[in-house]
């Protein structure tokens, strides 16, 4: 079977899709209707956010476990370094191997209750991502994918800074990498030129259509990331019209995918907020080639 980076690779563009572990039953219920309409388009692999704390935790586990065992879609596990030792961050990529699940997003992860608070990491853990890609990559035969900010990461000196770390990654061990979401083309093509001339990492970007302008204005400040103007006032200009806005979002959406496919980007990563129909919409609208 095919890896995450020669899917990435190939000619057609692959197509992934990001899910959250629910909270609940009812989020558990809603999150495997996206899952099973979403399973249609057949992505190259879906991937399953890892909280903070171990409750959260425990559930990114059993659903990604779940996904291995019980559909056709290829699982990417996200793992962060946050309030875990490196034994404990052993058990874990242990027990995805047990499972098998074998595509792994190390990350580092943010300091829990502050997103933008100071990292401090735990006392017998991990301080960077690049040191958990090469603790995964020496307990087995995983491909580890890493994230990648266009926007510069929120607590990095320089775009020059961000590409260094993104090198470091990839000489620890990573294959692939996936990026925060992008509402600028220009912003992701100038981090994809930059680290493309000095090693062989594919950068997918993450794309989400915008169905709700409130949610989108607090999670790009939660990310440190700015919403670029052009996109906002797109927004604004619908008011609080609910159809309207989502309209828009997928407008968005699929010109910012359209342009970033043109350019070479090796597919699309969709935040999909546990929900399938405006993925869905902007996936039609581009009426891919996924056929070779
Ligand atoms: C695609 C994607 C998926 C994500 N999924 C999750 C998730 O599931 N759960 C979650 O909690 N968070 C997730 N995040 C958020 C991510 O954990 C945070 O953005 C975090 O702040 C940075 O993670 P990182 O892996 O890039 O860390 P790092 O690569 O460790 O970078 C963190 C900071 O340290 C700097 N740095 C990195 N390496 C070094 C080094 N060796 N020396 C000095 N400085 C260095 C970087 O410039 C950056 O400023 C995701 C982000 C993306 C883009």
């Given at each position: 079977m095919a890896t995450i980076p020669g899917l990435l690779r190939s000619r057609r563009p692959s197509v992934s899709f990001e899910f959250f572990p629910p909270k609940d039953d009812e989020g558990e219920a809603a999150l495997w209707e996206a899952i099973r309409r979403l399973e249609r388009v057949r992505p190259d692999f879906v991937s399953v956010t890892y909280g903070a704390g171990g409750s959260t935790q425990d559930r990114t586990i059993r659903v990604t476990e779940r996904i291995a065992a019980e559909t056709t879609l290829t699982p990417l596990a996200h793992l962060t370094?946050?309030?875990?030792?490196v034994a404990q961050l052993r058990q874990v990529i242990g027990a995805y191997a047990a499972s098998g699940v074998s595509n792994i997003l190390a990350l580092r992860g943010d300091p829990p209750g502050n997103v933008r608070g100071a990292w401090t990491p735990h006392p017998e853990g991990l301080d960077h991502a690049d040191q958990l890609v090469a603790l995964i990559r020496s307990l087995g035969d995983f491909t580890i994918g890493v994230a990648a900010f266009p926007d510069v990461?929120?607590?990095?000196?320089s775009l020059e800074h961000d590409v260094e770390v993104l090198v470091r990654k990839a000489d620890a061990g990573a294959s692939f990498a996936v990026t925060q979401m992008v509402f600028d083309a220009d912003r992701y093509l100038r981090l994809r030129d930059l680290v493309a001339a000095r090693r062989d990492l594919p950068i997918t970007p993450g794309l989400m259509p915008v169905t709700n302008l409130r949610q989108i204005t607090r999670m790009s400040e939660l990310m440190g990331t700015p919403l670029p103007e052009s996109v906002v006032s797109r927004l604004e200009?619908?008011?609080?019209?609910a159809s309207a806005v989502r309209e828009v979002g997928v407008r968005i959406a699929t010109e910012l995918a359209e342009r970033m496919l043109a350019e070479g980007a090796p597919g699309l990563h969709f935040i999909t907020m546990n929900r399938s129909t405006a993925t869905l919409e902007v996936y039609d609208n581009l009426a891919l080639d996924v056929s070779s």
């Open positions: 370094c946050v309030g875990a030792s990461h929120p607590d990095s000196p200009a619908v008011g609080e019209d």
